[in-house]
């Protein structure tokens, strides 16, 4: 079909699997987070992206927004001096979900949990 690029927003547990359909199928990917359930899938997926001439771009949207775009300026500009240290919090409010443990938010089999889930909006 006539599609430059597939947003894959699956179960995380079928990130790789979908991700490579595409790949295969010829088409560039923008993966949901995480990209992958572990770095192995991860990098397979972006070797096989690699591989075909392929675009595949993990989609974190923190990263493009206006205030992180301006904290990078200030920290490659060493504007605000070194950094040592950094410290993030960020939650979910649990009403917004399904009841624990059923919900797959909280399911780690099926790419749950609080690193899965919310971790990269800290260490991203």
Do not use: Q
């Not at 790949?23 to 359930?37: C, Q, R, T, Y």
């Not at 690699?50 to 990263?63: C, P, V």
Request: with cysteine; net charge negative; glycine share 10%.
């Amino acid at each position: 079909p006539n599609v430059d690029i597939v947003y894959v927003a699956s179960l995380h547990t079928d990130h790789r699997a979908h991700a490579e359909l595409a790949l295969n199928a010829g088409k560039h990917v923008l993966i949901e987070k995480p990209v992958a359930m572990n770095s192995t899938d991860a990098e397979a997926v972006y070797a096989l992206a690699r591989a075909k001439g392929l675009f595949a771009l993990e989609g974190m949207w923190t990263r493009f927004m206006p205030a992180v775009e301006h904290a990078r300026e200030l920290l490659d500009s060493d504007a605000i001096g070194h950094v040592a240290l950094t410290s993030a919090d960020f939650c979910i409010n649990g009403s917004d979900v399904g009841p624990h443990p059923t919900d797959t938010i909280f399911d780690a089999d099926l790419g749950g949990g609080a690193v899965r889930i919310l971790g990269g909006y800290t260490i991203g």
